[in-house]
């Protein structure tokens, strides 16, 4: 068995590390103009990618907190702080560690924030310091990088490595039952890579969900407690069907954001990365990111006894019935899709590797463009 932390590497380059965050910088951009370009598609209805852009939004916010933390690596500010922690074999993220560092530091801003100077104090001493020393202020900018990131960590919405599960209204549904949606994700440990959940719900219970404060706290710790990647959907779904005898779950979907390729960062094997070493796309452009959408959907209900006299509902989920994979994924659908520049593009469909015929491509350009193929 191997060792999953001889997996990780530290960006100790300042230049590697900002030109990092920089590449995330665009991907998350690029990110929700592809969601658009589904919900145009009719492929997203538009509470999914209100709920989806939430997340990409999160996700990007959190990456612009890490690079103002790690802003100085590489140089020498007078005290180790360390480096950005990133799966570079799997996920081509940064490992799940350093969200959970983020969120005890969050707890914290406010009063490292009151012991620091100004940020127009700090720029000050810096320009005083280069004027006066002519010297390069390095322990003045690492200390307002890290003001900057306390700063970031106090504006919150950013994306933890549990994000809890949100109820939106989405109308009556036949017999009086209302329809919800609930959205949540997290941070998988074991891959080191966002997940983002969706279900669609109804409601026949007396009280409203939200409203309910009995059931709303037991579904969200319920939710909560299958964050991991590694669960079916029909696991998933029967579970909470079979736990809450008021809520009938109709349609659950869950998007795997990444693994993130890229030539100058990631060593994962396969034809991706052949692809990325043989385009030679400047920086910025070498990179390609994987998006897998599972769905599960409900196809007929059934009465089962519960107790002496009483019957509830339980619903009857549709399994993939092509080539009897169904069983084995435990979805209705699984769709795959991987995003990337021109570059890349061109050269994966010159290679035309096999295992990607299926897969849906949505080409990229600089200028925001998307284009699915």
Not at 276 to 284: D, F, I, R, V, Y
Not at 300 to 326: H, I, M, N, T, Y
Request: aromatic share 10%.
């Amino acid at each position: 068995m191997t060792d999953p932390a001889k997996d990780h590497t530290g960006l100790s380059d300042t230049f590697a590390s900002r030109r990092y965050f920089r590449k995330f910088e665009i991907i998350t951009g690029h990110l929700t103009r592809v969601a658009a370009t589904m919900q145009g598609e009719g492929a997203l209805g538009k509470h999914d990618v209100k709920a989806l852009t939430s997340y990409l939004m999160r996700l990007n916010f959190t990456f612009r907190a890490l690079s103002m933390k790690y802003l100085l690596v590489g140089r020498d500010t007078g005290r180790f702080f360390g480096s950005l922690a990133m799966d570079r074999r799997d996920s081509g993220f940064p490992v799940a560690s350093e969200l959970l560092t983020m969120a005890n530091d969050a707890q914290q801003a406010e009063r490292h924030l009151v012991n620091m100077p100004s940020e127009e104090q700090l720029k000050d001493d810096m320009v005083r310091k280069i004027i006066s020393d002519q010297e390069v202020p390095t322990k003045l900018q690492f200390a307002l990088s890290q003001r900057l990131y306390y700063q970031e960590l106090l504006k919150g919405d950013l994306f933890w490595t549990q994000n809890d599960p949100v109820c939106q209204w989405l109308g009556m549904a036949q017999g009086d039952r209302r329809r919800f949606l609930i959205h949540w994700a997290a941070y998988d440990s074991q891959v080191n890579l966002p997940v983002i959940y969706l279900l669609e719900l109804e409601d026949s219970g007396k009280t409203a969900l939200p409203k309910d404060q009995y059931r709303w706290p037991e579904v969200q710790a319920h939710l909560m407690a299958q964050g991991l990647a590694g669960l079916k959907l029909l696991t998933i779904a029967k579970g909470f069907d079979e736990d809450f005898d008021q809520l009938h779950p109709k349609h659950l979907r869950r998007y795997h954001v990444g693994p993130m390729y890229s030539s100058a960062y990631t060593e994962q094997s396969g034809p991706l990365r052949r692809v990325l070493e043989e385009a030679g796309s400047p920086p910025g452009q070498d990179w390609a990111l994987a998006w897998t959408m599972e769905e599960l959907s409900s196809e007929d209900v059934r009465q089962e006894r519960s107790g002496w006299f009483g019957k509830v509902e339980r619903e009857v989920f549709a399994l993939d019935p092509f080539g009897g994979r169904g069983a084995d994924t435990g979805a209705t659908h699984t769709q795959r899709s991987i995003i990337l520049p021109q570059r890349p593009f061109q050269v994966l469909a010159e290679q035309d590797p096999p295992g990607f015929g299926d897969v849906r491509k949505f080409v990229v350009s600089e200028r925001g463009q998307v284009l699915r193929y």
